[in-house]
């Protein structure tokens, strides 16, 4: 590759050459401006008409805008220019034209819908807001595989392909697997149990999960990014412990190193990192509180699932992350492991005030239990006799938990919509791009 200065990095007195594409023209007549965008911000070039070559001002002013160009030329301090320098160049090469016409605006003077913004990613991140939401992603799980490193776990990749479901059938996605039916991984559940029992003991994945959900909703995905926590020797208020670090790592991580992003999204005097322990409500309490608010039309009773509204009632009152603990074993899938009067399980969930987090639990261990589990919950045990049979070698106790990524993303930066923390979502309607 060429010799290529960032436009953050050109300083007056350099000869530097700078390539990305063409913001903005703005021409005054005898002076016109360019505005070049890079990864790293803009530059304004400043072509002098009368005094420069007429091929050059012709080459620079008559490109369309978005096109990507590379100028070479002296970086001079300039007040006025929006980053206090400027190129006046001694070249323009035009690198890659681009159409008069484009689907989206990227300068962001004309607004798109999100439809037409997700069927062109491309132009839709080159907006500053935009880029920043992915920035904040990545920066997002560098700290939180960094969190899983501190708290001992070894990162593991497991199998998206499979020949059985578990978190209930009517979300699977069938494939054909050489003639034979398989499906799309709803959830690494059952192999990262089973690595507890492993040399490993402690894992953590990040991967996809893959749901058939039938309705779009503004924070369901039909391929969403799992965050998944195991660990032997944990029981649900050490795996609570833990999704309390790792959450709260990715907001110290977004904090400390993303404050341009933050800044373009308009969040950088109001973004917070939690500071004090998430508070862990039973699930009684939790129904007995959004009872109490008034805001559902039907009362709810032990049992319920809580329903979005419900969820949006507890939250407003809460007003930051809270555990809902103690669920109904009836309502909670069959590898949660009870408490022992058997009414009460040891799953949880993390809340964000707007929506749900996480599920997790301790993990029923016991092999006669968890086959008894499999037939209550009308699931074949002998089609996961791969699983359950390690439960007769050797398997410790042991928690842990799935994190949506997505939603992770979506309430740390209080996004209207889950497709807004995803280069390409799947939803019902939007299989390509
Ligand atoms: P919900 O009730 O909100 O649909 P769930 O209880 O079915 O979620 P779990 O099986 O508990 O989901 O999955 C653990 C976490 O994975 C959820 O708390 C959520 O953050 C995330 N998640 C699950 N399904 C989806 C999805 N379809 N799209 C995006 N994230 C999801
Ligand atoms: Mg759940």
């Not at 791969?386 to 050797?394: A, C, E, L």
């Amino acid at each position: 590759m060429d010799e290529r200065t960032y436009t953050a990095d050109a300083e007056p007195g350099d000869e530097a050459t700078v390539a990305g594409w063409v913001h903005e023209i703005r021409d005054l007549g005898g002076i016109a401006f360019l505005i070049l965008r890079d990864t790293t911000g803009k530059i304004q070039i400043k072509f002098e008409k009368d005094e420069m070559d007429d091929d050059l001002v012709e080459t620079g002013l008559g490109v369309h805008r978005e096109s990507v160009i590379r100028v070479a030329g002296a970086v001079e301090e300039e007040e006025r220019a929006p980053t206090g320098v400027e190129i006046v160049p001694d070249s323009v090469e035009v690198v890659a034209e681009a159409d008069p016409e484009l689907p989206l605006d990227p300068s962001g003077k004309v607004d798109a819908e999100l439809p037409t913004r997700l069927d062109n990613r491309t132009l839709d991140l080159r907006k500053d807001e935009v880029k920043a939401i992915f920035e904040i992603r990545a920066e997002l799980l560098r700290s939180v595989r960094e969190a899983f490193r501190g708290l001992g776990c070894t990162e593991i990749n497991t199998p998206k392909i499979v020949a059985t479901g578990t978190e209930g059938g009517t979300e699977l996605f069938p494939i054909t697997y050489f003639g034979e039916e398989a499906f799309m991984n709803q959830s690494p559940q059952l192999f990262k149990q089973l690595m507890v029992g492993s040399g490993l003991e402690r894992v953590f994945e990040i991967g996809p999960i893959f749901r058939a959900e039938e309705h779009n909703t503004p924070r369901h995905l039909n391929e969403a990014t799992s965050i998944d926590f195991e660990s032997a020797f944990f029981d649900e208020s050490d795996a609570m412990d833990a999704c309390e670090t790792v959450v709260r790592a990715a907001y110290e991580g977004v904090a400390e190193n993303c404050a341009d992003q933050l800044d373009a999204l308009g969040l950088a005097e109001t973004f917070e990192v939690p500071d004090e322990a998430f508070p862990r409500l039973s699930y009684e309490e939790a129904i007995e509180r959004i009872n109490a608010t008034g805001e559902l039309d039907e009362q709810l009773v032990w049992g319920d699932d809580l329903p979005t509204e419900g969820e949006h009632a507890l939250g407003k009152e809460m007003g930051q992350h809270y555990f809902i603990t103690e669920w109904p074993s009836e309502i909670k899938p069959f590898y949660i492991k009870d408490k022992d009067d058997g009414q009460l399980s040891t799953g949880f969930d993390l809340m964000h005030p707007s929506m749900e987090l996480v599920s997790g639990g301790q993990r029923e261990h016991r092999y006669d239990h968890l086959v008894d589990g499999f037939e209550q919950q009308g699931l074949d045990p002998d089609a996961f006799e791969y699983y359950t049979k390690m439960f007769r070698y050797g398997m410790p106790p042991h928690a842990g938990w799935g994190l949506g990524g997505e939603r992770l993303v979506m309430t740390m930066l209080g996004l209207d919509n889950i497709r807004e923390a995803v280069l390409f979502p799947r939803d019902r309607q939007r299989l390509s791009p």
